[in-house]
């Protein structure tokens, strides 16, 4: 049998002979290397864009949101009723074990003015559980404190956007901010959160005591009532457990008979966030599967052009039998060669892939993320491609007959 070496170094002169020929075969499998890469990529990136705003919505979440009115016949959105209570909150925390941390919320949106500068925004009545439950921390300045809530004092912790439009470069601690017209004094500003999923600025923010709002800001005749409670269970499993039992205590309080529909709408953002997740992870399997195929494409390009050199070489491969070549060694040189093609392709691949994910990102708004794991697999497949398409070859040129083939022209 002829030494491993040595076919080695005759498959290498054989590519070297057919220079264009080899670049053109492995071309399918640069290609298919490169989607594979950049499908994966982007399958991953949209993953962990998916896991970071998860973790800046908070974890565990479950939101409940006030119920639906109607107006001139037409049913307004949930949150549009204001039926639940700053009591809602604290009774959940305390008699549904499975709840960490409850706390109610009133949403609002107005214009903040500084000196000559204005800006439109939201504004969040609440207190500091909600940026306990969001994980979230100061850049600057304090939260609020007892006095605050308990005196309805008038004091703001700003977003980062809402800093960055009012004061430009200007330290806002201490300064004086109009909240529809009443004056407020900044005593903080939240870190930089981004965008979340649905594409809101969450910086684009400002935030208030709750009391605050309700006392002094929202003029309703109804100061104790929130749009929205958000509740933290100490586990994922806990939001879908503690479901039935905050419905029961919410319909307890809201005095609903059995006949009465809910008052309330109960959302799962766990549930949610888990459902996308796992359509991110399917699409992130379609996309490496549909970049496959080119791949088996190339493959077959191999395949092809291998049976038109075995044909091409047919008097080539009667010499090698005629002089001590077993069929074994015939099998072996071509196997070498496409593997040696699939290579070479799949090293050109994983450059090329690798230059595509880092270049996508700069013309699009699409997130992609490489790792490990997603340059060695296609690259593992393209070797395993070219071994599997150039088997058939292969055994068809060691089946040759030496007399035959020796006549060949």
């Known amino acids: 049998m002829i030494e491993l070496k040595t076919i080695l170094k005759i498959a290498i002169r054989a590519i070297h002979a057919n220079k264009m020929r080899s670049v053109l075969t492995s071309l399918g499998i640069i290609i298919g290397v490169a989607a594979v890469i950049i499908m994966l990529a982007i399958g991953n990136g949209a993953q962990i864009s998916l896991q970071n705003e998860m973790r800046s919505m908070g974890t565990n979440l479950?939101?409940?949101?006030?119920?639906?009115?109607?107006?001139?016949?037409?049913?307004?959105?949930?949150?549009?009723?204001?039926?639940?209570?700053?009591?809602?909150?604290d009774a959940i925390q305390e008699r549904i074990a499975a709840v960490h941390l409850a706390v109610p919320v009133v949403n609002d949106?107005?214009?903040?003015v500084y000196g000559n500068t204005n800006w439109a925004t939201n504004i969040i009545g609440t207190d500091n559980r909600y940026f306990e439950i969001k994980e979230w921390d100061l850049a600057y300045g304090r939260f609020f404190n007892d006095t605050d809530i308990r005196n309805a004092n008038k004091v703001a912790i700003l977003g980062q956007t809402v800093a960055k439009e009012l004061f430009a470069d200007i330290d806002p601690l201490g300064k004086t901010i109009r909240v529809k017209g009443m004056p407020f004094t900044v005593i903080g500003a939240l870190t930089a959160r981004g965008q979340s999923g649905p594409g809101q600025d969450q910086d684009d923010m400002i935030y208030l005591p709750l009391s605050t709002v309700q006392k002094k800001l929202s003029g309703t005749k109804f100061p104790d009532m929130v749009n929205m409670l958000m509740l933290q269970t100490y586990s994922a499993e806990d939001t879908y457990t503690s479901q039935e039992e905050i419905s029961s205590l919410l319909r307890q309080r809201h005095n609903l008979g059995l006949n009465k529909d809910d008052d309330f709408t109960i959302m799962n953002l766990t549930q949610f966030m888990e459902m996308r997740q796992s359509s991110t992870q399917i699409m992130t399997i379609l996309l490496g599967s549909i970049a496959s195929i080119s791949l088996l494409?190339?493959?077959?390009?191999?395949?092809?052009?291998?049976?038109?050199?075995?044909?091409?070489?047919?008097?080539?491969?009667?010499?090698?039998?005629?002089?001590?070549?077993?069929?074994?060694?015939?099998?072996?040189?071509?196997?070498?060669?496409?593997?040696?093609?699939?290579?070479?392709?799949?090293?050109?691949?994983?450059?090329?892939?690798?230059?595509?994910?880092?270049?996508?990102?700069?013309?699009?708004?699409?997130?992609?993320?490489?790792?490990?794991?997603?340059?060695?697999?296609?690259?593992?497949?393209?070797?395993?491609?070219?071994?599997?398409?150039?088997?058939?070859?292969?055994?068809?040129?060691s089946l040759l007959n030496p007399i035959n083939a020796l006549r060949y022209e």
């Open 62 to 89: 479950i939101m409940i949101r006030s119920g639906s009115s109607t107006s001139g016949g037409a049913r307004m959105g949930h949150g549009s009723q204001p039926t639940l209570k700053n009591g809602d909150a």
């Open 109 to 112: 949106s107005g214009q903040i």
């Open 297 to 397: 494409v190339g493959g077959i390009g191999i395949m092809n052009i291998m049976l038109v050199s075995v044909t091409e070489r047919t008097r080539e491969i009667g010499i090698r039998m005629a002089i001590g070549a077993k069929r074994w060694d015939i099998r072996l040189q071509f196997l070498m060669e496409a593997l040696i093609l699939s290579l070479i392709g799949g090293l050109i691949g994983v450059a090329v892939g690798i230059a595509g994910v880092y270049i996508l990102p700069a013309f699009t708004s699409i997130p992609a993320s490489l790792s490990v794991f997603y340059i060695l697999l296609p690259f593992s497949f393209s070797g395993i491609v070219g071994l599997l398409f150039g088997f058939f070859p292969a055994y068809k040129a």
